[in-house]
């Protein structure tokens, strides 16, 4: 826009670009709003000067530098993003250590770290997904529930986050841990050194394998627990014999699931008539450890 008025007797034009002040003063409000939504401040940014255009490199500093200001806690939408696993690099994924803290039942605090590895023939078990953290923690908060609980097993247990919470944070007296052949060292890496787990091969269908991992007495276990078993639909006939094997009237079998659930309407057909279902609802698990992504059901033999 040029403006036109008249200075020491002589008109002087003055131009002055709209635009580009309209743009900086947007940018600042944005970048401002940007800034307090990630609790990032201005030091915290790295700006750069190419042809006259700023760039800013957001980041977020440790949240303990922002105590006592009007928005020091982010959003419990935020925190739930913080932990879950599929966000993560390949690094953290495959090649570092998962470091899972928890507290037993008589409150004292644990750091396990779990060993983990690419993918590789024998499947997908070599990574701690999101459904085995959200059924892990989920049993931390319920400790009251498994008081009774001598005895439990778990299928598909991949790096064995939540067999190590069943036997150290519940202290059960026998923990059976289950894998396919292939995964079983990575497996016992990680629980086989704990007293009361036995790491065992489990083929689901297989009476043998089934009848082979039963505590000692030869009775049903008093927890079964599962999580992302269910995104194999030729596997599912045979998951619920294994079931029907390790399980009677009073056994608390726990299935957790995320987004591989491709197989989860065959399961529930297979189960039908033999099993009964209850959703866990979200206000029972964690209030962090848990997202839309990831459900919980609990079964009981019929």
């Given at each position: 826009?040029?403006?036109?008025?008249?200075a020491?007797g002589?008109?002087?034009?003055t131009?002055?670009?709209?635009?580009?002040?309209t743009?900086?003063e947007?940018?600042?409000?944005?970048?401002r709003?940007?800034?307090?939504?990630?609790?990032?401040?201005?030091?915290?940014?790295?700006?750069?000067?190419?042809?006259?255009?700023?760039k800013r490199?957001?980041?977020?500093?440790?949240?303990a530098?922002f105590?006592?200001?009007?928005?020091d806690?982010?959003?419990?939408?935020?925190?739930?993003?913080?932990?879950?696993?599929?966000?993560k690099?390949?690094e953290?994924r495959?090649?570092?250590d998962?470091?899972h803290?928890?507290?037993?039942?008589?409150g004292?605090?644990?750091?396990?770290?779990?060993?983990q590895?690419?993918?590789?023939?024998?499947?997908f078990?070599?990574?701690?997904?999101?459904?085995?953290?959200?059924m892990?923690?989920?049993?931390?908060?319920?400790?009251?529930?498994?008081?009774?609980?001598?005895?439990?097993?778990?299928?598909?247990?991949?790096?064995g986050?939540?067999?190590a919470?069943?036997?150290v944070?519940?202290?059960?007296?026998?923990?059976?841990?289950?894998?396919?052949?292939?995964?079983?060292?990575?497996?016992?890496a990680?629980v086989?050194?704990?007293?009361?787990?036995?790491?065992?091969?489990?083929?689901w269908?297989?009476?043998?394998?089934?009848?082979?991992?039963?505590?000692s007495?030869?009775?049903?276990?008093?927890?079964?627990v599962?999580?992302?078993?269910?995104y194999?639909?030729?596997?599912?006939g045979?998951?619920v014999?294994?079931?029907?094997?390790?399980?009677?009237?009073?056994?608390?079998v726990?299935?957790?699931?995320g987004?591989?659930?491709?197989?989860?309407?065959?399961?529930?057909?297979?189960?039908?008539?033999?099993f009964?279902r209850?959703?866990?609802?979200?206000?029972?698990?964690?209030?962090?450890?848990?997202c839309?992504d990831?459900?919980v059901?609990e079964?009981?033999?019929?």
């Open positions: 826009m040029k403006t036109k008025r008249r020491n002589r008109d002087t034009t131009t002055t670009t709209t635009r580009e002040t743009t900086r947007t940018s600042d409000v944005a970048r709003a940007v800034n307090h939504h990630h609790h990032v401040d201005d030091d915290d940014a790295t700006t750069t000067t190419t042809a006259g255009t700023k490199r957001l980041g977020v500093k440790n949240l530098q105590k006592n200001r009007a928005f806690k982010p959003s419990m939408f935020i925190r739930q993003w913080g932990w879950k696993r599929e966000m690099t390949d953290e495959f090649a570092l998962y470091a803290a928890f507290k037993d039942v008589d004292c605090a644990h750091e396990l770290k779990f060993k590895k690419k993918f590789g023939p024998e499947g078990a070599s990574t701690v997904w999101d459904s085995a953290i959200v892990a923690k989920y049993i931390e908060k319920t400790y009251e529930k498994f008081r009774q609980a001598r005895s439990a097993i778990e299928l598909g247990a991949g790096c986050v939540t067999t919470v069943l036997a944070g519940l202290k059960m007296e026998t923990v059976v841990s289950t894998e396919l052949k292939g995964n079983l060292e990575l497996l016992n990680n086989g050194a704990f007293e009361n787990v036995r790491c065992a091969e489990m083929t269908g297989s009476e043998t394998d089934a009848k082979n991992a039963l505590p007495d030869g009775e049903a276990f008093d927890v079964v599962a999580s992302d078993c269910v194999h639909t030729e596997a599912m045979d998951l014999k294994t079931l029907e094997i390790i399980c009677d009237a009073r056994t608390r726990l299935f957790s699931y987004r591989n659930r491709q197989a989860l309407d065959i399961f529930m057909d297979e189960i039908a008539g033999k009964s209850v959703d866990v609802s979200s206000s029972d698990l964690d209030e962090l450890y848990q839309t990831v459900s059901i079964l009981r033999k019929l």
